[in-house]
């Protein structure tokens, strides 16, 4: 409000009304400024709300802890109330699924004390049975085994004869394959730190320190290096991978801080377009994200990378021998993200159009790539068209410094690499099969808080490789690393490829129908 009298010359009023709007122009512009900070600012929460893997805070930690555990205590409560109540017709529930077959069975019989009847005295004969069965836990045990070499001698010459002692998967070591492959599964599959193993194992009256588990691990990686390198060799001889990477905090020596180290992670995996081939997993450590490393890791390689829009992999596009796949899933992620934070009416059209596209990926999912390429050209490729009119047009409707118009922008930057999986039926519609391998890293980097050295993100690269094949392959992890370390020791080096995964899995079959 104006607290000085107009002036009456026209001139001055005008130069004043003039000024006035500059100061009102020079202020709409802050709180646009402003609101677009705040919107930014509540999507960058948003986001860290939903954030599925890294770190998180303390406090958010431990409100999640909580939660889990007023969780157990009111399923525990309701389990206890129930018990007390007094029996009442079963309401209709699900059919309970049965206990796996391969489980061993304990019968135990509970027949009546006596054969005379209760009633009358007569003599009782079988009329049938009720048979049920309660899954029970037995704790996991130990065992020693005891090598006994008998010395014989010779009457005649005394020549003394004695059978050589098997070979140990590590050198005089005391553990054997079987806990060897625990320790193992434990830290990177279940995400027990050592230290925690050892005080489980304290319970069952075992002392192994952390250091002595620690000296296991090592020496078992040394063992598994050939196998590791096999799965590289044949991870990387396809045409086309899936790669991601993550990061993995590790301990700089001498400095009591962690260093930012990186877990890259390449997937060969084609079952989704109809292939036969094994899919396999290897991952590669790195000390930093310089673009260096994953062109030193696949220098060898010539295809198709499916992966995210990391610079670093810039030159390997370069030199042409790579062709760069891009991930619908990352763009998803972006209108997702701002459609939870501002309930964007634009955000959420962007992920219905994408939503078809998905929709028809699960359709053909398995189909061979010449079946897919045909489907996606015909039904998907006018799709896309469209999505690529709306989002250009969308793009001048909005602020240029939204987020909004930052994900349309990151779109149309990859669109030549988003739309790749139309016209090739090998490329999947975004790179889930290596976001899907990093989860184990992400677990196990909560868990284990840091790598100890570099030598340690390299171990950890060479053992995630392998338990994410197995699983991959449908094995049991354990079971592969315990019957690998039983017989890699004494296996020819250059037939150590036959110990991979999916060459373990056909050879268990086969046996088992040799068995029947």
């Known amino acids: 409000m104006l607290t000085t009298p107009l002036p009456d010359d026209p001139q001055t009023l005008k130069a004043l009304i003039g000024e006035l709007v500059g100061q009102l122009d020079a202020k709409h512009q802050a709180i646009t400024s402003l609101e677009q900070r705040i919107a930014d600012l509540q999507l960058q929460i948003a986001v860290l709300r939903r954030a599925r893997f890294g ?61 005379a009847c209760p009633t009358c005295g007569g003599h009782l004969k079988p009329l049938g049975e009720d048979v049920s069965e309660i899954l029970e836990y037995v ?73 002595t588990l620690a000296e296991w691990v090592g020496g078992t990686h040394h063992l598994l290096r050939p196998l590791v390198a096999a799965l590289r060799r044949y991870v990387l001889e396809t045409n086309k991978l899936h790669g991601d990477d993550t990061p ?8 009591g801080k962690t260093k930012t180290g990186r877990l890259w992670t390449y997937v060969r995996d084609d079952r989704p377009a109809g292939s036969q081939e094994a ?10 994200r310089q673009g260096t490393h994953p062109q030193q890791h696949l220098q060898s390689f010539e295809g198709i990378l499916q992966a995210d829009a990391y610079a670093g992999f810039g030159k390997l596009y370069d030199c042409g021998r790579v062709v760069p796949a891009a991930c619908w899933a990352h763009v998803r992620r972006k209108f997702y993200e701002i459609a939870e934070a501002h309930d964007s009416p634009l955000a959420q059209a962007a992920l219905q159009r994408i939503g078809a596209l998905y929709a028809i990926e699960a359709e053909i999912r398995g189909q061979l790539p010449n079946e897919r390429q045909a489907v996606r050209q015909a039904r998907a490729g006018p799709l896309l068209d469209e999505l690529h009119a709306w989002l250009t047009d969308t793009l001048h409707q ?23 999986y139309r016209d090739d039926g090998r ?26 050295s570099d030598a340690g993100g390299e171990r950890a690269a060479a053992i995630y490789s392998l338990i994410g094949t197995a699983k991959l392959n449908g094995l049991d992890p354990e079971a592969y690393l315990r019957d690998v370390l039983t017989r890699i020791a004494d296996y020819p080096v250059n037939r150590v490829d036959e110990l991979l995964p999916w060459r373990i899995a056909v050879e268990d079959k086969n046996n088992l129908e040799q068995a029947a």
């Open 398 to 420: 909005v602020s240029r410094k939204s987020a909004l118009a930052k994900a349309i922008g990151y779109t149309l930057k990859l669109w030549p690499a988003l739309i790749r």
């Open 427 to 452: 490329v999947e519609i975004d790179n889930n099969a290596a976001e899907r391998a990093l989860r184990a890293v992400a677990l196990g980097r909560k868990n284990y808080l840091f790598a100890g």
């Open 55 to 115: 770190r998180r805070s303390e406090k958010l930690d431990e409100q999640l802890s909580q939660l889990e555990l007023m969780l157990e205590e009111l399923h525990s409560t309701h389990a206890e109330v129930a018990a007390d109540k007094p029996a009442r017709p079963a309401a209709k529930r699900p059919v309970r699924k049965p206990l796996p077959d391969h489980l061993p069975r304990e019968t135990q019989t509970l027949a009546p004390e006596t054969d």
């Open 248 to 255: 993995i905090p590790v301990l700089a020596p001498g400095k």
């Open 279 to 288: 899919p396999a997993v290897w991952f590669a450590y790195s000390p930093n």
């Open 139 to 211: 704790p996991a045990s130990f065992k020693v085994i005891r090598i006994v070499r008998p010395k014989c001698a010779c009457s005649t010459c005394d020549a003394i004869v004695q059978t050589e002692a098997p070979s140990r998967p590590i050198a005089r070591g005391l553990a054997g394959p079987g806990l060897l492959a625990h320790v193992l599964v434990g830290k990177y599959a279940d995400h027990l730190p050592l230290y925690r193993q050892s005080e489980i194992y304290a319970r069952e009256g075992i002392e192994l320190p952390r250091s």
